[in-house]
């Protein structure tokens, strides 16, 4: 695939996606998530990277506060769930060394 079909795929994606999220920074990309269940409670900051089939969610189990912060400049790989039912943050940057494939958070 070229790169020139790819941005317009990341393009398309965020024009249709990225009001969902309560933020979502400048060049951040979810690369053919799984589900993303609560996208209204969560957070992603520039420069994300969220690779294929994560599974992102920010469900209250009460009627609390929910929120799911993903930090700038953070790379999370392939095949994991995160799962905030409270507040969870991640500010600072988190490499592909922190978030490796196949984690459950």
Known sequence: MSIYFRNIIKFCWRLLN???FKKMG????IYSPLKING????IIGNRV???YKTWLAACSLEKSNCLLEIGDGTQIGNFNHIYAT???YNRKKCTKESFVNNIYI
């Open 49 to 51: 990277r969220i690779q």
């Open 18 to 20: 990225a009001p969902r």
């Open 86 to 88: 409270e507040c969870v």
């Open 39 to 42: 996208a209204k409670n969560i």
């Open 26 to 29: 400048k060049g951040s990309f």
